[in-house]
């Protein structure tokens, strides 16, 4: 856990000054590039070091669950990551966190959920009502809708959890009921209680609804007649054991409608209930011990001023190093389960490697960035390319060396000289037929597979195939066509196409680059006096009995030559 530093705090409760406010713009800040590191989690690790921390040294994130954890709820569990194995790899016992939000009240009924395998599904697929009956309840309190897990609440974490174990991050999931239930937040809960007038104080200069003089206490006890969280408390009682507050079950704004109280008139202890966001937050920098936290840049204007001043003049602790990430969007558009713009992990490790994906995390998380399934294949290049840099097989620019030495450990599981990547189209190509032996067969031919290459490499460069062909048949690029191996398909071509096509055969045959061939196609069917188009088509109806196909040139360039040239001359 952190120290407590020297913040301005007094009896009367003093805001935190501009001098000790902590920007949480780490990375975009001028103190960042003072050194200059290769790796943007160096620069955070500095940070933290800095403040000489106590081990273990806690990374913490957290998510409140609601809609589907896509791929963009893992932003905040890779950045962790990626900090977390630096400060390791310094020496350091590290523990990464990460807060299921799970007594959070359940506010509006998602469009789509998803099951525990990943697919994703209407609310009128499911038990919808377990969700609309329960407003206004922690989402630990309402079943499950799927009816498998123990709630709503337990369904989410466990894919959150899923997707990090998919990407090799050992997180220590903490649950908030959990803490509530087990008394863990008990004390912390209490001390908010006790300075309730300095709480309120700092509170209502960020939140209009509270007023500094006014009746407002932070605590949000679960009502015991209709299980909903109300936000009213008519009084505290502190010397009580155990310290309990009673409260009145009055309605809750939820956006843009209200969720209705019951009106019941009861008492709850301090495990029977829940911090506000704007207090809960801090409260679990203290409880957990929290050195560092990233998060999204919505909080970065909101909750993380409030969240500082909280800490320091209401709990009287230090802040942890904040990092504000910027979002990334899915296919140019910001991830949203309702407009059904969203991609699991499930997902996308059926499409490339995990060292990949956790490749994509590892870039400066100061600049936005899109995740195009599209284009995927470009992330793949990248990807290979900051692999062939770490191995000396590219010639880099230094920076790109730096950061290949440093970073790629990170992303692999174990960094192996004799790994076999084939290039990500290539691997589509080879997609287009089923025979894993003809696979290996052609990859060999075309140079990709040494003949000396370890079993292991050879495999693991295989199975980029299987998640190349998912990639095509997912976007219908030009890639996802079935190659007609065994058998040449039914034709009937006329004698000038033939002539043509024997012709093309002959060019090919010599050796020649992709964009070669394609003009060389558009030449020989005017040579002779063949339809451009219907010259194409004769094309695709030998290689893959249809009358398109994907670029020409550039796959026949691809396909092992000695089968492409008979297939042009209606051999084989």
Same mark, same amino acid.
């Given at each position: ?193 006790? !300075? ?67 009106? !019941? ?308």
């Amino acid at each position: 856990m952190s120290a407590d530093g020297d913040a301005d705090v007094d009896g009367d409760g003093a805001n935190t000054t501009e001098s000790d406010a902590i920007s949480p713009y780490t990375l975009q800040s001028e103190e960042a590039s003072e050194t200059r590191h290769a790796f943007w989690a160096d620069t955070v690790a500095d940070r933290i070091e800095e403040r000489t921390p106590e081990e273990p040294i806690v990374v913490k994130g957290g998510i409140s669950p609601s809609g589907v954890p896509h791929l963009g709820n893992v932003n905040e569990i890779m950045r962790g990551y990626f900090v977390a194995e630096v400060l390791r790899d310094r020496g350091h016992e590290v523990r990464q966190v990460f807060t299921a939000d799970d007594r959070d009240p359940l506010r509006g009924l998602p469009r789509t959920l998803c099951d525990l395998e990943g697919n994703l599904v209407d609310l009128g697929e499911v038990d919808a009502g377990a969700l609309g009956r329960n407003l206004g309840a922690p989402y630990t309190d309402i079943p499950d809708p799927f009816g498998c897990c123990d709630s709503y609440g337990d369904h989410f974490s466990t894919i959150i959890q899923d997707s990090a174990d998919a990407v090799d991050v050992p997180i220590d999931l903490v649950s908030n009921t959990d803490l509530y239930e087990s008394g863990e937040f008990e004390d912390v809960t209490r001390f908010v209680l006790e !300075h309730r007038d300095r709480a309120r104080e700092v509170l209502s200069q960020y939140q209009d609804k509270v007023d500094e003089n006014g009746e407002y206490v932070p605590f949000n006890p679960i009502c015991a007649e209709c299980g909903k969280i109300t936000e009213t408390v008519t009084s505290v009682d502190l010397e009580n054991e155990p310290p309990t507050v009673d409260y009145e079950c009055t309605d809750m704004d939820a956006g843009d409608q209200t969720i209705d109280g019951c009106g !019941h008139e009861g008492t709850a202890t301090l495990r029977e209930g829940k911090l506000p966001w704007r207090f809960e937050w801090p409260a679990q920098w203290q409880l957990l011990g929290v050195d560092f936290e990233p998060f999204g840049k919505d909080h970065a204007e909101g909750s993380w001023p409030s969240g500082q001043d909280v800490a320091r003049n209401v709990l009287e602790i230090e802040p942890p190093v904040p990092m504000v990430y910027e979002w990334f969007t899915l296919e140019g558009e910001p991830f949203s389960s309702s407009e059904g713009n969203v991609i699991l992990v499930s997902d996308v490790l059926e499409l490339l490697e995990p060292e990949v994906l956790r490749y994509f995390f590892a870039k400066d998380p100061a600049k936005a960035r899109d995740f195009s399934i599209e284009r995927l294949d470009q992330l793949v290049d990248e990807f290979d390319r900051l692999e062939g840099t770490y191995f000396g097989e590219i010639d880099a620019s230094k920076d790109e060396q730096a950061f290949a030495e440093r970073v790629y450990p990170f992303v692999v599981e174990e960094p192996r000289e004799e790994r076999i990547r084939l290039p990500y189209t290539f691997a589509a190509v080879l997609g287009m037929t089923d025979d894993p032996d003809l696979r290996e067969e052609i990859a060999r031919r075309e140079g990709h597979i040494p003949e000396d290459a370890p079993e292991w490499a050879v495999e693991g460069a295989l199975e980029r195939v299987e998640q190349a062909r998912n990639w095509a048949r997912r976007t219908g690029n030009e890639f996802d066509y079935e190659l007609k191996r065994t058998e040449i398909p039914e034709h009937d071509f006329d004698a000038d196409t033939e002539a043509a096509l024997a012709e093309l055969a002959d060019f090919i045959d010599e050796g020649h680059d992709p964009e070669d061939i394609q003009g060389e196609i558009y030449e020989t069917a005017r040579r002779h006096d063949v339809d451009v188009g219907d010259f194409f088509a004769a094309g695709y109806r030998l290689f893959f009995d249809e009358e398109q196909g994907p670029k020409l040139g550039p796959f026949l360039a691809k396909v092992d030559r000695e089968f492409v040239v008979g297939r042009l001359r209606r051999e084989r």
